[in-house]
């Protein structure tokens, strides 16, 4: 039977674990009861006492005033939320509130827009009749940030900014201080917001109910007279955002408190840095190059041009000798077109896009484990596991708000297992940090299984029903020369023992892991570890658990779902398999080849060896992204012929023959597909810029061009045809996506998978094996002339080659990429920290400035790659994942000196 309490004496159904408030709102509307300090993603608190409102227990009619944000509804409760004493409280509260609050509403930059006046209208207060304070007056004005401004003059003492810097990023920088009239909010130890360590991800504006936390935008975004929802182009979480804009011009953002992604948070360069969509470098004009100079032509020019080069090419060479590389920035739809152009219009499986330089051992590892390779659970599975685990990942700079979410579960006292070669901001608050010397994550993990077997803590029943080789593994494992592992990754065998041992003994155990296993010459044979360690301790196919890879770009699950590689089309069917080959013909109408394609790597080979002609590149800058950029030069040097869609003039733009430019994500619609398999809706804000198109309507245009004829670009449409071919997106159509998307494999009436091999493995059964460590070449060649190892990282404010984020005010957050040297080190380099150093490989060299930290050990040298100026990819090894052809960007041989 179900419950119910009263409200104004009506019967309405409760449920379990509710509150007054959220009880009220549900039956009533969420603006029925005023609220001051609370919010959707904060945890009940009661500072303001706004919500109050009177209760009477059944069969007792004494009433009881009391907070209705954080009182339990309980069954048979009588609920009063506005008699007449209450609208008095309500009043005299909001007064003496208002008592220490300037007066100066109609100059105020959030005057009607501003939650204090709202509530102050909405419960009568026409006028304050106690004396007026002047402690918040004397608040001066912090205008140090390049986004963030306070005025604490305006400051209510709600506590909500501080509880959102707390509860939702966990960064800790606001506080109270003081008491009475003179409490007031300080930032870090009572500093400017510029020198306090604010990670200026706008949780605390965004909460602020008054204009004492707001940033730079927010006095234009009273203006807006219309706000779009889409997904953040910055990373893989898949952010939803809230765009402000008014006649074509976006004046903020902010994250939907909705948003199952993000549930109202975002980073620093989701919420602020946009302004790069009409910044005066961006290209607006297709342009051929004529006597060494780019000069700018009309789009049919340029498509005339492209059409006749690719048809000479093609027949004098033949297709192969053409490529493609598409783009995890892209959306599905783009992506989709763009492997279908190379395929069934030039005749080539010559097509790949940068998740091979990030996550192609992970799609290779998971299927040759699970036979998927994709995310097996959701990030909301956070809530349910006892332990994480985190691999090669450091999502506080890289996955923003995954990383704040999983540093929340820390905090709270859940286990967090870091496995990293430096001390990231996770790692401080980690149980267990397995400091690793990088290159060796197959060994350490080895010596984690190892352990684990070896202490019977392995899941029996599951590994008889759902695993396969394991008694093989099972005698290599036992077998493992634990003297050698543990000399080769560098942490002590007590340490890794007692961290496996806590990992298998939680009852369930979640393991997110990114670029710091793929990016090895090992990256495939980690990943199958880390799936082999879920697999024996039966953490996979329930909640709060399983096998998380974090996804470097917006889009590169969805990439790889719809067939930008060079040997599984879209939904990862064979083109080698001519029944498999037949599912794309039938939908196409075009006969398909099915030999083997290159890989970016093996395209650049093949360039530099004269044997590709052509290449087509879509939003990628490889000459910034690709390792030993010396070598990527020399090949995009002896092509015949090389497109480059973009939206700025890229290090690669110098080598283009054409250029086309390209729209960015606020001008575009479409799909992005975040790490946990949801498929979200893009949706256009603003149209695009003058002389720019969108890549989807490039690449239909030039299908037609050459022959093909692709219907025009419409992404709803495209999605559909998506659907026809992809098993896994069967179900998906434009309108079911709705406002927070579906997370695939979706059946045909539309019910989403949040979590995958609950029952089975797309295999049967999971395989297991053993694999043995082996060090890199790129140390076994060059350790005695280059001492040092070099691995590579993002930083928060910026993104990969930094194109977009360099032209915003994050400069001002980081304006160079540094790199990280230890202390010993640095003291026997005699390098000081701030100046100059020469880092050196066998391919290069660059210059950049040195930063003396305590990040990395002795030995092992940290820096980004955001800065074009500094190229620190001319120095990246060659050395490729010995099974997907990923470079090996986290393991260089380096030496280091005094600039």
Known sequence: ???????????????????????????????????????????????????????????????????????????????????????????????????????????????????????????????????????????????????????????????????????????????????????????????????????????????????????????????????????????GVGCNLDVAKRNGTILSISAPYDAAANQGHTCVKGRYAFRFYNHPDRLRSPMIKRNGRHEEVSWEEAYDYIAERLAAIKAEHGPDAIAGISSSRCTNEENYLMQKFIRAVIGTNNIDGCARICHAPTALGMQRTFGMGAATNSIEDLQFTDCILVVGANPTAAHPVTGARIKQQAMKGKTLIVVDPRKTELARHATYHLQLRPGTNVALLNMMMHYIVKEGLVDWPF?????????????????????????????????????????????????????????????????????????????????????????????????????????????????????????????????????????????????????????????????????????????????????????????????????????????????????????????????????????????????????????????????????????????????????????????????????LHTETFKLGKGRLRFIDFEESREVRENAEEYPFILTTNRALEHYNSGSMTRRTRDTALLGEDLLLISPEDARARGIEDGEEVLVRSPRGSARIRARVSDMVQPGVLSTTFHFPEILINQVASDVLDSEADCPEYKVVAVDVRRG
Not at 706 to 729: C, I, K, N, T, W
Not at 744 to 752: C, I, K, R, S
Request: glycine share 8%.
């Open 1 to 235: 039977m179900k419950k119910s309490a009263f409200i104004n004496n009506i019967a309405y159904e409760i449920r379990d674990g509710e509150t007054i408030l959220s009880f009220i709102r549900r039956h009533l509307g969420h603006d029925y009861v005023p609220t001051l300090c609370d919010a959707p993603n904060l945890e009940p608190f009661g500072s303001c006492r706004l919500c109050s409102v009177e209760v009477a227990k059944e069969g007792n009619g004494q009433m009881k005033t009391v907070a209705a944000c954080h009182t339990p509804v309980a069954e048979g409760q009588r609920i009063f939320p506005d008699t007449e004493a209450i609208q008095r409280l309500r009043r005299n509260i909001l007064e003496l509130v208002l008592t220490d609050h300037p007066p100066n509403c109609l100059t105020c930059e959030t005057n009607g827009h501003c939650e204090l006046q709202a509530v102050a209208a909405s419960v009568g207060v026409r006028e304050v009749r106690y004396p007026a304070g002047a402690n918040h007056l004397a608040r001066p004005r912090d205008e140090s940030h390049p986004y963030l401004v306070s005025d604490l003059a305006k400051c209510i003492n709600c506590y909500k900014c501080i509880r959102a810097c707390d509860e939702v990023q966990g960064e800790f920088v606001l506080s109270m201080a003081g008491r009475g009239f003179d409490s007031h909010i300080v930032k870090g130890m009572d500093t400017s917001f510029a020198d306090s360590y604010c990670v200026s991800c706008g949780a605390c504006v965004q909460a602020c109910p008054t204009a004492a936390i707001t940033d730079i935008f927010q006095p234009a975004a009273q203006r807006a007279t219309e706000t779009v929802r889409t997904v953040c182009t910055y990373c």
């Open 463 to 755: 590994i008889q029903r759902r695993v396969e080789g394991y008694e093989a593994f099972r005698q290599q494992i036992l077998a493992l020369d634990i003297d050698k592992m543990e000399e080769a990754c560098g942490v002590g065998r007590a340490l890794v023992r007692e961290a496996a041992v806590t990992y298998a003994s939680s009852p369930a155990a979640m393991c997110f892991h990114g670029l710091g296993v793929t990016e090895h010459y090992q990256g495939t044979f980690g990943v199958m570890l880390v799936a082999g360690l879920a697999m024996i301790t039966g953490n996979i196919g329930r909640r709060g658990v399983g096998v998380n890879p974090l996804r470097g770009q917006n889009n590169v699950q969805g990439a790889a779902d719809m067939g930008v590689q060079p040997n599984l089309g879209p939904g990862y069917l064979s083109m080698a398999d001519p029944v498999m080959r037949s599912v794309y013909e039938a939908a196409w109408g075009a006969a398909l080849p099915g030999g083997p394609g290159y890989t970016i790597p093996k395209m650049l080979e093949a360039a530099e060896a004269g044997q590709l002609k052509a290449l087509w590149i879509m939003g990628e800058d490889v000459v910034q992204t690709e390792p030993n950029s010396n070598k990527v030069r020399k090949a995009l040097e002896k092509l015949d012929f090389l497109i480059l869609q973009e939206i700025f003039f890229s290090e690669t733009a110098r080598y283009a023959d054409v250029i086309l430019p390209a729209s960015s994500f606020l001008e575009k619609s479409g799909t992005f597909t975040n790490g946990e398999r949801r498929v979200q809706r893009v949706n256009r804000v603003i149209e695009p810029l003058p002389g720019t198109k969108p890549d989807g309507v490039i690449v239909t245009e030039m299908m037609n061009r050459m022959g093909f004829p692709q219907p025009d670009y419409d992404p709803a449409v495209v999605l559909e045809e998506v659907a026809r071919v992809v098993p896994f997106f069967k179900g998906i159509t434009w309108e079911r996506l709705g406002r927070n998307g579906l997370q695939w494999p979706v059946a045909e009436d539309g019910t989403d998978t949040q979590i």
